[in-house]
């Protein structure tokens, strides 16, 4: 049992690296977009600040910061001004309860790598995603923007409608490990398989609930190819259209960072969190597992930034079609069947 | 303590978004006021020690009933409401019955032993027994509930669907 100071202390600290961490991911994250996609479409993206443009997305905070900050005529302003505050509160908490990899031990406290470690961790991720939504909503309303107004109906209507594929998805690992918190479900999926194939999710027949899982998260996160919400060909912006400065660059923080909490949660209910081959003296065993687990979480963000970079969007009606009649029974079938192998197992 | 102190908080805001869900007039405002009920009556489940309820209470009460709301708010464009100046028959009944209800309710409560305020925490509700509950001793109207759900989303698809002449005129044009 620890003592009260030294949990409080442990926890702002860990907090304080979180949120550094996260903030700086979201940063390189939109850097890494803008590398990527450039060479798919055979460009250089940035290159001018810094070496291979590695200071961008320090250039681009400045600019956003010196941004004159507009509010346009006849907004309801409460909202208008709440809206980006609830988008980027929502999708930096859901954080706090990832884990990024074992326990450790700094000077006397052992403490594990997570702010906190709750027994309902998953419950609450999709809580705090599921609240994310009105962000977005009221940006869309508050905005009094016909283009604003659309772009906040569509989102909604989308993250509603693939959020019952997203959770249902999530149902057949849960059966699987029998438990809500994260790091148990991690610590189901350690060991191998006759010694080599890892003992993932993946690998136990979660394979489907994963491809589930990438499919809705897309939608989640609004991206394409399901971006309906901010189509710019046909909505200028969708739901920010009528934001500036800081305003947007908070619902632009918002989105990468529900990006690296969606590829976080991938990492961590499919590919074995953490688990990997550890080596070498103490102190590279204790950061092995964090560096395992980033690769992860970079690998899903690289596919991310892949599809953008390959697929054209949705029609809204195919958008809709897809998440009812094809994602929607296949996630039914998936938790079925896993229930029943599961079942004649014990 | 802190847990009887944070109780009291959530309760204070839980009442407030109440009374303040039926000042205002703007439909959106009343809407915003009733996801601030639900947080808080979620704050409360989970400084009772029942964190499944309280993580439920807020992914299907906050998180999705009340983003339809929004949703249905948005897309009606509805404004603000007209203040009339309100019947004397509901102020001469309601105040008064507001009053007798309250002093009974409170005086049934007090006056029944075995009804003591439970203490923080002592009814947990993990995940794990509620499931057992649900599967187990509550199995039949689990089921029954979710027969009742179906036939409700059969009877909005039904309404929801044009009109037998509209497909007919559909097809052929």
């Known amino acids: ?17 979180a949120l550094f961490v996260l903030l700086t991911a979201v940063a390189y994250t939109v850097w890494l977009e803008r590398k990527v996609v450039g060479h798919i479409q055979n460009r250089w993206g940035p290159t001018r600040v810094g070496p291979f443009g590695l200071l961008q997305p320090l250039a681009d905070g400045l600019k956003f910061f010196f941004k004159e900050d507009i509010t346009p005529p006849h907004v309801y302003k409460l909202l208008y001004i709440a809206a980006p505050v609830i988008a980027v509160t929502f999708a930096l908490t859901s954080i706090s309860v990832i884990p990024i990899g074992n326990w450790i031990t700094v000077a006397g406290v052992r403490t594990p790598l997570q702010i906190t470690d709750v027994n309902i961790g998953l419950l609450i991720i999709l809580g705090i995603t599921s609240m994310g939504v009105y962000g977005v909503a009221l940006a869309g309303w508050s905005s009094n923007s016909k283009y ?14 693939y959020e019952v594929s997203l959770g249902l998805s999530l149902i057949g690992v849960l059966i699987l490990s029998g438990s809500f918190s ?18 993932w999710n993946i690998f136990q027949g979660q394979i489907f609930a994963f491809f589930i899982y990438l499919m809705a998260a897309f939608a989640e996160t609004n991206r394409i190819p399901f971006d309906l919400p901010e189509a710019e060909t046909e909505l200028v ?5 009528e934001y500036s400065s800081m305003k947007f660059a908070m619902f632009f923080m918002a989105e990468y960072a529900n ?14 969190g953490w688990h990997g081959p550890l080596f070498g003296p103490a102190w590279l065993q204790s950061i092995l597992p964090v560096l395992w687990f980033v690769l992860r979480v970079f690998g899903f963000l690289f596919v991310y930034i892949w599809i953008r970079g390959t697929l054209p969007r949705f029609r809204y009606d195919q958008l809709m079609a897809f998440g009812w009649k094809f994602l929607l029974p296949l996630a039914i079938a998936n938790l079925v069947i896993t229930g029943l192998i599961v079942a004649l197992k014990s | 303590m802190l847990h009887l102190v944070l109780f009291l908080i ?37 400084l009772l020690g029942a964190e499944f309820v309280a993580a439920v209470q807020v992914i299907i009460y906050a998180g999705a009933i009340m983003v339809l709301f929004v949703f249905v708010i948005m897309l009606l464009n509805a404004g603000e409401e007209e203040l009339t100046s309100g019947s004397r ?16 309710v409170a005086w049934v409560l007090l006056a029944h032993s075995g009804t003591e305020a439970v203490p923080a ?18 199995l039949l109207p689990f089921e029954v509930t979710s027969v009742l759900i179906l036939i409700a989303i059969m009877g909005a698809v039904v309404l929801a669907s044009p009109p037998e002449s509209v497909q007919q005129s559909k097809k052929e044009g």
């Not at chain 1, 049992?1 to 304080?16: D, Q």
């Not at chain 1, 990006?259 to 074995?272: E, N, Q």
């Not at chain 2, 303040?20 to 007039?25: E, I």
């Open chain 2, 121 to 138: 925490g002592a009814l947990p509700g993990p995940p794990k027994i509620i499931g057992w509950l649900l599967f187990h001793d509550f």
């Open chain 1, 182 to 199: 994260l790091r148990e479900i991690v610590d189901a999926q350690s060991g191998t398989f006759w010694g080599f194939i890892p003992r």
């Open chain 1, 237 to 241: 912006a969708g739901y920010h259209t």
């Open chain 1, 259 to 272: 990006m690296i909490t969606v590829a976080c949660l991938a990492s961590l209910l499919f590919l074995g």
């Open chain 2, 10 to 46: 959530f309760g204070a805001v839980c009442v407030a978004g109440a009374v303040n869900l039926l000042v205002q007039r703007h439909p959106i405002n009343s809407a915003l006021s009733l996801i601030v009920v639900m947080g808080s009556l979620a704050v409360e489940y989970l």
């Open chain 2, 89 to 104: 028959v509901a102020l001469l009944l309601g105040i008064p019955g507001i009053l007798v209800s309250s002093v009974l």
């Open chain 1, 148 to 161: 604003s107004l659309l772009g906040g109906l569509r989102a909604s209507a989308q993250m509603i409608s």
């Open chain 1, 1 to 17: 049992m620890v003592s009260v100071e030294s949990f409080v202390i442990a926890s702002i600290i860990k907090t304080a690296i």
